[in-house]
């Protein structure tokens, strides 16, 4: 449901024949939580420029991931296919010998059908060999790292392990920054993760200004505030909140950057801008890690602290300005979406995510075309079933990690995770209970055994590792020869 915070607004209209499609940008943060940004309750820092962007268009707070990890969450983001579907599964490391399969269409790819440019800056990982890179799937031209920053032998993680341990002594491989399918800094120094989200924000306004007069799409895929955290001296110091805070202002001007660009050459009326988090927050990390708000844990979990991420969303005149939606959506969604906003065709192997367009236009009455969606985890567990409409959860059996309420600590290293276990389903009523505290299987066994039975459908077609169930749809992702 659309909620407007003004009494003047005016509902989005459909897009006509005779306007033209719409440029598009997706702002894609790593490790960003539900909980850290301005309009979603962010303290010790400011963020004017996102806050903006509420303003002017409509904030999500029922917005989820496929996966609550890395890679996973990107496949399913740039697929709209549940990550297992294709076999991409938690975050591939430097030299992985699987990658995202060139037979898979991308959103690029479904913006390249219709004559859009299309480019990328920033975090990639999906798949680090060169014929994997994102010129090779669809994008005309991209710039970034090919996996997470923190996977670099500079990590100080690494500085902590005993010096006879094996994975200090193997470390990473040099982490490197990639311009189509070249490498162009072999060995990314601490000085250049300073430089990272300045970096991608400069060649996301580059791209604009040389491609402001026909379509285009832009994936700016920052690859902060993932740890190990970095800032420009534009920021350093200068939040309550220390280096996260300083990080989330430099991500906030990135945002302010891309707006003012659009505004300088007249076209922020005709873009649509998606910003929103590839998963929860990466809570051991402590005080270098965000806050997931009201939700139950954090990232690497289909808690909702894992899945459920803040996201805005701004066109003017199409999608509601002022407003809040509660409308169930995920990921998977928006390459359907967009394709058929764009008149584009649909990818021609099957794929999981729905037009949700009328939900995101706040078209009255609209509904949400999924009967559930499904969550998975690890390489194919099913651990949880959530109801179209985004009321009622279905927790599966599974474990999962926990910092059972211990606080983290100040200085950028991790402490352990602790196993907890659903040793039983459990139902909870999502718009109720936001923090799945109480389970309320016992007072709506109709709902239960719906979610039961919509997760017996999913098992037969995508499997579960849990349930020993082999899928029928799966598909293999690309390998090395």
């Known amino acids: 449901m659309i909620r407007p915070l003004a009494a003047s607004l005016l509902l989005a209209g459909p897009l006509s024949a005779a306007e033209p499609p719409p440029n598009v940008i997706v702002i894609f943060t790593d490790d960003l939580g539900y909980g850290d940004i301005g309009s979603f309750g962010a303290k010790g820092y400011q963020t004017p420029h996102l806050d903006q962007l509420a303003k002017e268009g409509t904030r999500f707070t029922n917005f989820h991931v496929a996966q609550a990890v890395c890679s996973a969450s990107r496949a399913g983001l740039l ?22 399969a060139h037979n898979e269409t991308t959103l690029a790819e479904v913006f390249k059908s219709k004559g859009y440019a299309t480019g990328m800056a920033g975090k990639w990982h999906l798949g680090d060999a060169p014929e994997c890179l994102p010129v090779h799937h669809g994008f005309d031209e991209a710039l970034g790292l090919p996996y997470s920053n923190d996977m670099w032998p500079q990590h100080p ?3 902590k392990l005993p ?27 601490a000085e250049d993760q ?27 895929a920052h690859s902060m505030p993932h740890v190990p955290l970095f800032v420009s001296d534009k920021f350093k110091g200068k939040s309550q909140r220390g280096i996260f805070g300083d990080v989330l202002m430099e991500i906030d001007w990135s945002v302010g950057q891309v707006m003012e660009a659009l505004r300088k050459h007249g076209i922020e009326d005709r873009t649509l801008v ?18 997931a708000g009201p939700l139950r844990e954090g990232k690497g979990t289909s808690l909702e602290g894992g899945t459920r991420v803040p996201c805005l969303m701004r066109w003017p005149g199409k999608i509601p300005a002022a407003a809040t939606s509660d409308a169930m959506l995920m990921t998977i969604d928006l390459l359907p979406t967009l394709a058929n906003l764009i008149g584009a ?23 949400n075309p999924h009967d559930a969606y499904a969550i998975y985890y690890n390489t194919n567990d099913l651990q949880a079933m959530i109801s179209g409409d985004g009321k009622w959860k279905l927790l599966l059996p599974h474990a999962y990690r926990t910092l059972n309420g211990r606080k983290g600590r100040d200085d950028g290293l991790p402490i352990n995770y602790q196993q907890a276990k659903i040793t039983k389903p459990e139902l909870y009523q999502l718009d109720a209970d936001i923090g799945e505290k109480t389970d309320v299987t016992a007072g709506h066994p109709e709902i239960a055994a719906k979610l039961t039975a919509a997760a017996a459908k999913t098992r037969e077609e995508l499997g579960d590792a849990l349930t020993g169930i082999k899928g029928k749809a799966n598909r293999q992702p690309g390998r090395a020869q």
């Open 79 to 100: 697929t709209g296919c549940y990550p297992n579907r294709i076999g991409i599964h938690g975050a591939l490391g430097p030299k992985s010998k699987t990658w995202l």
């Open 274 to 291: 998606v910003f929103t988090s590839d998963n929860g927050p990466w809570l051991s990390y402590g005080a270098h890690a965000g806050s």
């Open 157 to 159: 993680d690494l500085a």
């Open 345 to 367: 065709k649909q990818p021609e192997l099957p794929i999981d995510g729905l037009d949700v367009w009328p939900l995101i236009s706040g078209k009255p009455g609209a509904t």
């Open 194 to 220: 300073t430089q990272l989200t300045t970096k991608y924000t400069e060649r996301a306004v580059d791209f604009i200004d040389r491609h402001h007069d026909k379509p285009f799409f832009f994936y700016l």
């Open 163 to 189: 010096p006879d341990s094996a994975k200090r002594k193997q470390g990473y491989p040099n982490l490197f920054m990639f311009e189509g399918d070249k490498i162009i800094d072999p060995e990314v120094t």
